[in-house]
């Protein structure tokens, strides 16, 4: 089974810094694209980040580019956050997710979520 556990969440002072780790089992970690997630109370999920495979691009949605960084460690089977200057509106259930290729469809997998409390 695919399981994905993140850790690192915290409550910080607004301009803080946090760094999230996610590391995945029962997949081959190399070959997926991850993705970290999140939800604050009462909004609607958000990509927050996603890293591609072999090249490792890099993908942010535009309220934390130049503060967020995702990489990758294949080897650990890892996938981290690096949240620099944090603002009160990313506070948010974290979510760390990959897409798993099963045949001719794709089955998505998520965490249960790191807290990231900015106040």
């Known amino acids: 089974d695919v399981q994905l556990v993140e850790s690192g969440g915290a409550l910080v002072q607004p301009g803080g810094s946090l760094r999230l780790s996610c590391v995945a089992s029962?997949?081959?970690?190399?070959?997926?694209?991850m993705s970290w997630v999140r939800q604050a109370p009462g909004k609607e999920r958000e990509g927050v980040a996603r890293i591609a495979t072999g090249s490792g691009n890099t993908y942010y949605t535009d309220s934390v580019k130049g503060r967020f960084a995702i990489s990758r460690d294949n080897a650990k089977n890892a996938v981290y956050l690096q949240m620099n200057n944090l603002q009160s509106e990313d506070t948010a259930l974290y979510y760390c997710a990959t897409v798993e290729t099963l045949g001719v469809t794709g089955v998505a997998y998520w965490g249960q979520g790191t807290q990231v409390t900015v106040s």
């Open positions: 029962g997949l081959t970690f190399g070959s997926n694209e």
